[in-house]
């Protein structure tokens, strides 16, 4: 794999978002060794729990904005989404204990990542951002579905319209992180955590997280779906396509509402 990390010990998994230069962005080839991995594990009995997290100073910063300037054309964008989403639905799906192991930025699809995961173990200096509006998109890859589930609709909408940076003691406090832990023990935690689920009867630990996941799953991917439809849109307009620009050419961004 060239994008991620991997390796088992005492029935824990451990994943490493590995494209440090680019902060973790969720390139293409990412989300493809993402999704052959996932669904490796999924039939792997020695490996009864999972842990994500990033390399580097990021968790994930989400889509890679770099890659984003040609959408326009031949109305790729929806075609982009539904091929994309389909790591979402492994990790959504993966019937073992999953923690996200926040280590730094988790931006964008980089905090639907952590969201998709059951449990989320957050370093002092991780910080999250429901940032697509600052880039004209609409929050994709089930952010709009998972994070009220998470925060509330109250708090969701906030963070999706405003696109500010949550940092660890208000993620505490509003329930996005489970636990705030320093640098140099975030790891640790997160292993103890994980050999403890590992330890635990997980096969129906992944039957109560399916049971759990069904409780709102059967909109699941009709909301992909229309995701990728209002995504496709929001390729389309000014703001996008200037703010892509801008981000490629470092200089300031200035919304039409167009």
Known sequence: METLLYREENHVGYIT?????????????MKDELVDLLRKLRGDQNVRALVITGAGRAFCAGGDVSTMGDKQKNNEGRD????????????????????????GYAFGAGLTVALLCDFVVASEKASFQCSFVNIGLVPDSGCTWLLPK????GKAREMMYTGRTVK???????GLAD??????????T???LAERLAQGPTYTIGLTKSLLN?????SFSDYLDMEANYQAAAFQTVDHTMAVKAFLEKTDKHFTGL
Request: hydrophobic content about 40%; aromatic content about 4%.
């Open 168 to 174: 660890t003691e208000e993620a505490l406090q509003i």
């Open 17 to 29: 978002l590995n494209i440090p230069d680019k902060l973790n962005a969720l390139r293409g080839e």
């Open 80 to 103: 982009r989404m539904r091929l994309c989403c389909d790591w979402c639905r492994e990790l959504m799906r993966l019937e073992k204990p999953v923690i996200a192991a926040v280590n």
């Open 150 to 153: 998470r925060v509330g609709m």
């Open 214 to 218: 069904k409780t709102y799953e059967s």
């Open 179 to 188: 636990q705030v832990v320093a640098p140099d023990d975030l790891m640790a």
């Open 190 to 192: 997160a292993t103890e």
